[in-house]
């Protein structure tokens, strides 16, 4: 298969396997009549593979070290739980962070309502931010 019909089968953009086979995911031989890369059913599964890996969020590296591993008849089972599992909790530290920041901003937003704009004046910048936890401190008496 050359690129184009790679990419149609897989459902991907040509570029996509051009990316796959510059980073070294796949590995399409050469026809020797037009010197044309030609890719093998098994760079198919490798970038169907790849593709709902990177879904699943494991990076190119990761899964080019899954690849090898299969390539080398071993088991990536339990290196893709262990990487994932990781991963999953990085993904929750980082959802709290985000629905802490929401709430924070939401709390700014609110508050802000209340408070008017301001002029710097060389004491402060942006009475928004810099009191936004207190709005009292930014209502001028």
């Not at 086979?21 to 050469?30: F, I």
């Not at 709390?107 to 009475?127: E, F, K, Y």
Request: aromatic residues 6%; neutral net charge; glycine residues 4%.
């Amino acid at each position: 298969m050359r690129v184009s019909e790679l990419a149609r089968t897989a459902g991907v953009n040509p570029d996509t396997v051009r990316f796959y086979t510059r980073e070294g995911l796949l590995q399409p031989g050469r026809n020797p009549a037009n010197n044309y890369q030609e890719y093998s059913p098994d760079d198919l599964q490798k970038l169907r593979f790849a593709r709902k890996a990177r879904q699943l969020g494991f990076s190119l590296p990761e899964i080019k070290s899954i690849l090898n591993q299969a390539d080398d008849h071993h088991s990536p089972c339990p290196m893709v739980r262990r990487v994932f599992e990781h991963r999953l909790e990085e993904v929750e530290t980082q959802l709290q962070e985000l629905n802490s920041l929401r709430d924070r901003m939401k709390s700014a937003l609110s508050a802000w309502q209340a408070m008017p704009d301001g002029t710097p004046d060389g004491h402060t910048i942006c009475r928004l931010i810099e009191h936004w936890d207190d709005p009292t401190k930014g209502i001028k008496e």
